[in-house]
């Protein structure tokens, strides 16, 4: 395991999570399962009780911890994607297998982990500033899922 990675809460459900994250994400992959040795508080002998995987090459671990915590927006992973066929099959990936929609580019995955699947031409247009950054920020504040085109229509003005 490395020496710093993301640990992130699930009720009982790390692994699944896990192996969705690294069949829709390139660059990731889950690399060991461990099983509790004995009953704990949410689980028994036996369960799986850690995930060590990576998302995009981030190195994480689900921990079955049990239905205690929830999940919020203030976690999330931003993916950036290259073009508009690259955002939607992510954005559907997510929002298909029982995730949900929200707005700017964020959706939540059937787990309740946030996902922001964001342009590079939104972020290169932060990047710029100005009015350009203004326009573009005005227009991906109206959408859910970011639309590219319209991104790169309000750079242009």
């Known amino acids: ?16 999570a896990a192996r969705f994250y690294t069949e829709t994400f390139p660059d990731s992959a889950v690399s060991k399962v ?7 508080p949410s689980g028994k002998e036996g ?13 994480c671990v689900g921990l079955n911890g049990g239905p205690e915590f929830k999940h ?7 993916i950036l994607t290259e073009d508009q066929a690259e955002t ?15 707005v700017c580019g964020w959706c939540k995955d059937r787990w309740g982990i946030s996902w922001q699947i964001t342009p590079r031409v939104l972020m290169e247009a932060m990047a710029v500033g100005g009015a350009e ?6 227009a991906m504040m109206n959408m859910t899922k970011i639309d ?4 790169e229509a309000a750079r242009r003005g």
């Open 72 to 78: 919020s927006e203030a976690f999330s992973f931003q």
């Open 133 to 138: 950054a203004k326009r573009a920020f005005a």
């Open 47 to 59: 369960d799986v009780l850690l995930v060590e995987f990576t998302v995009v090459g981030v190195p």
């Open 34 to 40: 461990y099983y509790a040795p004995s009953d704990y």
């Open 148 to 151: 590219v085109a319209a991104i």
């Open 88 to 102: 939607d099959r992510y954005w559907n990936a997510i929002v298909g297998n029982g995730g949900a929609e929200s």
């Open 1 to 16: 395991m490395k020496k710093n990675v993301i640990c992130i809460w699930y009720d009982k459900d790390a692994e699944a």
